[in-house]
């Protein structure tokens, strides 16, 4: 059975000081080979994070990047940049990046990130944001699906929708990226609560996480109970 996946995204809620406290508690934690753990600590601590991690099987990513090679676009985070620190995946185009730049695209960034095997986790809101035309088996790829409204509420989206739209985006992937293509995830308020329920629907291969992965206990509960699937 395909190992499922579980991301926690951290964003910028943490200090410097709970960053490394809770990627320790991480680290104590024992899980099964069942689920594969990645996590995306603020760019800032990106560096120790991955030192904390090393040698784990637990993976270290990125936020965003928003080209692949040094530019001159001031703040911006560059694929080769996250190569120099060791890491080789990247959340691209979450919808709190796309809110907060309009003109930012990510299949600009796809273009020159595909060809080099760099590894992504696509977002999106709707099937219309995703660039199936320069999609292809180069790198491994993850799209995330994210109902905007479901971000930070409380609510998760339904399950029957949530089932449907990932059966259509995995069939168009899978026509032509099936070995690199690693699944399609859900994101939008999972908790310990809806986490198995969504990971067991059919096409669900994994969970993008924000709010609930800022607490040891929580995250760790949303991995462990889904480590029986």
């Known amino acids: 059975m395909k190992q499922k996946i579980v991301i926690g995204n951290w964003k910028n809620y943490l200090n410097e000081t709970e960053t490394i406290k809770l990627a320790k508690e991480i680290l104590d934690e ?3 080979d069942n689920i594969r753990l990645m996590i995306s600590p603020c760019n800032l601590y990106l560096n120790q994070v991955n030192q904390i991690m ?3 099987s637990v993976e270290v990513i990125g936020q965003n990047i928003t080209s692949y090679e040094s530019t001159s676009d001031t ?3 560059t694929a080769i ?3 120099d620190l060791g890491i080789n995946r990247s959340i691209i185009g979450h919808s709190e990046v796309r809110k907060r730049n309009k003109r930012s695209k990510s299949e600009d960034v796809l273009i020159e990130t595909i060809p080099t095997g760099f590894q992504f ?10 660039p199936f035309d320069i999609l292809n088996n180069s790198s491994e790829m993850i799209l995330a699906y994210e109902p905007v409204w479901a971000i930070g509420s409380g609510e998760t989206a339904k399950l029957d929708d949530i089932e449907d739209i990932h059966r259509q985006i995995v069939n168009e992937v899978r026509s032509f ?3 690199s293509f690693l699944g399609m995830f859900y994101g939008g308020s999972v908790d310990s ?3 198995r329920q969504i990971l067991s629907l059919k096409g669900v291969q994994g969970l ?3 709010g609930a992965s800022l607490e040891c206990e929580e995250f760790c509960n949303i991995v462990l109970t889904n480590n029986r699937n």
Do not use: M, P, R, T
């Open 54 to 56: 090393k040698g784990s």
């Open 121 to 130: 986790i696509l977002c999106f809101e709707n099937i219309e944001q995703i």
């Open 193 to 195: 609560s809806s986490s």
């Open 30 to 32: 024992k899980f099964s």
């Open 177 to 179: 990226a099936k070995e």
């Open 81 to 83: 940049g996250l190569k």
């Open 75 to 77: 703040g911006g985070v």
């Open 208 to 210: 993008l996480i924000g």
